[in-house]
Structure formats: structure tokens, C-alpha cells
């Protein structure tokens, strides 16, 4: 059966990644479709490059020259057939000369609307996925290159658009699976990431979304009648781990995990997965498995429908990044939970993350992440500014403060000397948050919660 195989930037970095690429994709079965992010920090480049463009054109356009000096790097490295390098380097100027034509009505209007963006950034998964394609044909395998915005039908909520299942699920018929069977292709090469608004407008499913994109395509699929395997997402380290491993040296990765687990972990910003990637496939009973492109010895961290673990265990540890407490209080209950309500909607608003909520008769918090802090300004409330804090958020399942936390606590009581650590527990026993003052250390919590308990 067919899979849906996605890989990341960081898969897509180097020409010993792409070995790695198109070496799996030869042994995948026939009729595998393959999504592409932009090669590595190239997003970050052109996002860098529209917000230039307002004010400096030159210097916007010499990041565009930047990425077309790696792209062209990778086109040699990786073709060695003369047609298909001039195939692949005329598509590539394409993309970049649109890039260019981009960045000159910024300049020319001095603004830089959503639309603009999206067709800017579009432009990364457009040239790492003409790159590979021909780097795949080159190989010897038959590859056939679809243009995502031809079947990835969104709104027109530009940078954070939203899938149309109904319509993307006609289109990806016509657009990919026809299309390729009927031309007896080895692969599918595609776009993750971006897509059309109904009003033909290019659009994006927000950072990191390519992990989202494979699973919409997978579910889509489905809904047409085509068996799906896996959708097995390719990044850069072993799979789902019990901490950032560049945060912690000795994080360990984990064979299997529930649902519910990973869509906690990856809502509190475990970046190995994009939040939103579960639930198409999660529906359409399709198996995800988060791989690692460079390591083929790696089976995968499975993500499974049901718990893993009959009793209390904790898998993970995610550090919470520009975390900050919002006390809201007031003269009644009523203008407490009004107060709490408004403040939420601003919050997430502002792209921000609630970690946590609660009201206790007219007192209430809103402990919440938000990544830009001139967002801060905005968010007020009853004229006080939030404060920062430090935290982090274990997951697992069975989790209950009382048992866990008694644990904890005397870890941080003992080892740490922290004056004060509290802790919140999310409903479905799967995480629990722990605020403190000053900073935690997570490489200690790490290694006394995971690694020392399951030697036990
Ligand atoms: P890709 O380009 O493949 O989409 P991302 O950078 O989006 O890769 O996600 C992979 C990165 O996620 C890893 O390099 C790792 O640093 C980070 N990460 C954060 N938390 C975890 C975790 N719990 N397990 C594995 N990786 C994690
Ligand atoms: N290239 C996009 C980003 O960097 C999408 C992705 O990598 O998933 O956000
Ligand atoms: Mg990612």
C-alpha cells in the first residue's frame, strides 16, 4: 500500500540528506506521494526578505540570491544528467525571479499584505520540491512533480489558512492520484505548507504546517478510496524524544505514544510535530509514524489511538518558552470570569498560547506563552501587565498531582532549593505544568522524572 511521506527543512538541508531522501523513496511502494518543506531556514529567509523589501530592496534581494546560490549548490551536487540540471535550474529562476518581482511591489507600495506574504513564502517548498523531483528522475526513478496549490483548497485567512476538506478532497483526485496512476509513476513529488484560497490566492497553513499538510493529503485520499499505509513524517532527529534533544544531550527517544499525548505535547511546543497534523489522519485510521530521514536503523515513534501505559508514566519534558502569568482579580465572580473570557480572546488573538485557566470565586490567572512580547502592551488587565515566569510541562499518562507531584516536590525541595514551584494539571491526566520564579533546569528534571524513574 502507498504512503504519504513527508520531509521536513531539516531533511532537505544537504546533499547527503537527499541521498538519504531518495534512497527511501526508492524502497517505498509504488504510488507514494512525497511532501516537501522549503530547504532548512529557507522560509526564514524570505519571511526576512518581505519584511527587508519595505524599506531596502537591495539588501531584500540579496537574501534571494542567497537561496539561489544554495539552490543551485544542490542542483549540482545532486544532478548529474545536463538536461535535467537545465530543467531544474529554469524552474528554480522561475520562483525566484517571482521571489524578486515580490519584493519589488513591496518596496514600490510599502506594504505587505498577508497575500503577499504567503505568495513569497510559497516560493521555498515551490523550488525544494522542483529540486528533488529531478534529483529523483535523475536516480532513475519516476517521479511526477503536482503543484499542491492545485489541490490544497483553503480560505483566504492568509499565513494561517484552513484546509476545505470537501473541495480539496475532489481536487486531489483529479490533481495527484489521477494524474499519477494513469502516468505509472514510481512517486508523487509535492508541496507541504502552502495552498489556493477559493479565490485563487496562494496561502500558507502556518509555520511548520507541512506535517499538517501530510495528513490532509493522506485523509483526502482515503476519502477517495485509495488504501494509505503510513504517513510517516522525516525529520531531522530520532522521533518523538522525551525532551528537545538540543535542549537535553541525553534525551531518549519514544517508541509509541497516544493521540492524546502527542497533541498536548506538540500543542505546549514540542516542534516535532505541527499541533494540527493528527487529527485528519486520526480519522481517516491512518498510522503516523514521526521517522528520522538520517537514520534508518530508527523504526519510528508510532503514534497509536490508544494509552500506551496502564499505569502512571511520564515520557516527556517540554521546556515553556516566554511564559507569562496574567492575576486577574475583581469585586464578583461575574466580572471575574467577563474579565477572564476577554482576556482570553486577546490572548490567542495575538497568535499567543493559554498554558492554563482558572477562577476561584472573584480571583483569577491565565498563565499563557507569548512568543512576541510587543504583544504584551496589549495585554493588560485590570491595568496590571503580566508577568514572566518559568515553566515547563511534563507529559505521560496517568498523570495525577498528588502521586506525581509528591515525587516532584521533594525533588526540587532536596536537589534545587526552588522556594516556590507550583503545579497545574491538565484534565485528561496527560501533562502537568510546573511554574516557578526563577528558572528550572531541565536537563535535572529530565534526568531525576524520566530517566532515573524508569531505571528504577
Ligand atoms: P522539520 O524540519 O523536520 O519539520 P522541525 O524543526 O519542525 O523539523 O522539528 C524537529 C525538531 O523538533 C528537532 O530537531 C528537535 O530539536 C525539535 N523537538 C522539540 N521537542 C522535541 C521532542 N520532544 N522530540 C523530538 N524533537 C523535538
Ligand atoms: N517551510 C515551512 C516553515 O518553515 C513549513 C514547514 O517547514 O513545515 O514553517
Ligand atoms: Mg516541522
Same mark, same amino acid.
Given at each position: ?15 547527503f ?14 504510488? &507514494?506521494?512525497?511532501i ?14 518581505? !519584511?527587508?523589501?519595505?524599506t ?10 542567497r ?7 544542490l ?12 530543467e531544474? !535550474? ?5 520562483h ?19 497575500s ?18 529531478f534529483?529523483?528522475?535523475?536516480s532513475g ?15 483566504s ?6 484546509p476545505?476538506f ?7 483526485? &483529479? !490533481? ?21 484560497? &477559493?479565490n ?11 506535517d499538517?499538510?501530510?495528513?490532509i493529503?493522506?485523509?483526502c ?23 528537545d ?6 534525551a ?15 500543542y505546549?511546543?514540542?516542534?516535532v ?20 530521514t ?5 523504526l ?9 501505559d ?19 482579580? +475583581? ?10 473570557n ?7 488573538? &495575538? ?5 492554563? +485557566? ?15 512580547n ?15 515566569i ?23 525541595e532536596?536537589?534545587f ?11 485528561t491526566d496527560? +501533562? ?15 534526568d !531525576? ?8
Open positions: 500500500m502507498p504512503k504519504i511521506l513527508k520531509f521536513g527543512g531539516t531533511s532537505v538541508a544537504t546533499a540528506a537527499i541521498k538519504q531522501i531518495i534512497s527511501i523513496i526508492k524502497s517505498s511502494p509504488k504510488g &507514494t506521494v512525497a516537501f518543506s522549503a530547504f532548512a531556514k529557507v522560509t526564514d529567509l524570505i519571511s526576512e526578505a518581505a !519584511e527587508i523589501a519595505l531596502n530592496l537591495v539588501k531584500s534581494q540579496e537574501l534571494v540570491y537561496i539561489e546560490m544554495r539552490s543551485f549548490g542542483i549540482e551536487e545532486m544532478i548529474s544528467n545536463p538536461d535535467y540540471i537545465r531544474a !535550474e529554469a524552474l528554480v529562476t522561475i525566484l525571479n517571482e521571489l524578486n518581482e515580490l519584493l519589488e511591489s513591496i518596496n514600490f507600495l510599502k506594504e505587505c499584505h498577508g503577499a506574504i504567503d505568495s513569497a513564502l510559497a516560493k521555498g517548498e515551490l523550488i525544494s520540491s522542483a529540486v528533488i523531483h534529483a529523483l528522475l535523475d526513478i519516476k517521479s511526477y512533480l503536482a503543484d499542491s496549490r492545485n489541490f490544497m483548497i483553503t480560505d485567512n492568509y499565513c494561517q489558512a484552513n476545505q470537501n473541495l480539496i478532497t475532489e481536487k486531489i483526485k &483529479t !490533481e495527484l492520484v489521477e494524474p499519477m496512476t494513469f502516468g505509472d509513476y514510481h512517486v508523487a513529488v509535492s508541496q507541504g505548507f502552502i495552498g489556493r484560497s &477559493t485563487l490566492k496562494t496561502t500558507t497553513l502556518g509555520r511548520g504546517g507541512s499538517f499538510s501530510a495528513s493529503i493522506g485523509a485520499m482515503a476519502k477517495n478510496g485509495y488504501e494509505i499505509d503510513s504517513i510517516d513524517i522525516y525529520t531531522d532527529v530520532d522521533g518523538v524524544m522525551s525532551a534533544p538540543k535542549l537535553v544531550s541525553n531518549r527517544s519514544i517508541d509509541r505514544l497516544s493521540v492524546n499525548e502527542i497533541l498536548e505535547m506538540s505546549f511546543g514540542a516542534k510535530l505541527h499541533p494540527k497534523t493528527i487529527l485528519p489522519a486520526l480519522e481517516a485510521q491512518i498510522p503516523v509514524n514521526v521517522m528520522n538520517m537514520n534508518s536503523e530508527f519510528g515513534t508510532n503514534i497509536i489511538n490508544n494509552n500506551v496502564s499505569k502512571s508514566a511520564i515520557h516527556s519534558v517540554i521546556n515553556l518558552k516566554d511564559l507569562y502569568i496574567f492575576r486577574i482579580s +475583581s469585586d464578583d465572580a461575574k466580572t471575574c470570569m467577563n474579565e477572564i476577554s482576556l482570553s480572546l486577546r490572548i490567542m488573538a &495575538t497568535n499567543s498560547t493559554i498554558i492554563y +485557566s482558572s477562577v476561584i470565586a472573584y480571583n483569577g490567572i491565565i498563565i499563557a506563552m507569548v512568543p512576541d510587543t504583544n504584551l502592551l496589549v495585554l493588560h488587565s485590570n491595568g496590571k501587565t503580566p508577568e514572566p518559568f515553566g515547563c510541562v511534563l507529559t505521560g499518562e496517568n498523570l495525577r498531582i498528588d502521586s506525581e507531584i509528591m515525587s516532584i516536590s521533594k525533588m526540587f532536596l536537589g532549593h526552588i522556594p516556590k514551584v507550583d503545579y497545574y494539571q491538565s484534565p496527560n +501533562s502537568i505544568i510546573i511554574t516557578s520564579d526563577v528558572s528550572l533546569d531541565l536537563q535535572r528534571i529530565h !531525576e522524572l524520566i530517566i532515573r524513574s524508569t531505571a528504577q
